[in-house]
């Protein structure tokens, strides 16, 4: 009795373009936390140049995250059509 076995598969990382998927998700990621930082750094210097109140400041960041959610949520919706 034998057995025949196939030779293994390289993981999806081991490959050329599983490594350049992992830099641009690790990059995207990067942008995004980035993104977060800069709002929130810009914040006084909103306050300071349009003459906004501190509850004005929380609508300009609520304002920043919903579209960011919408933007989101359209690119899941891109990658699922438009995807494998």
Do not use: E
């Amino acid at each position: 009795m034998t057995t025949s076995t196939a030779p293994p598969r390289a993981s999806f990382l081991a490959t050329g373009r599983g490594k350049v998927t992992l830099a641009l998700l690790c990059a995207v990621t990067f942008l995004d936390v980035m993104d977060g930082a800069i709002v929130n750094v810009a914040l006084p210097t909103i306050r300071t140049h349009l003459g906004f109140s501190v509850q004005n400041l929380q609508w300009v960041v609520s304002g920043y995250l919903i579209t960011y959610g919408g933007f989101l949520l359209l690119g899941g919706r891109a990658g699922d059509l438009l995807g494998r």
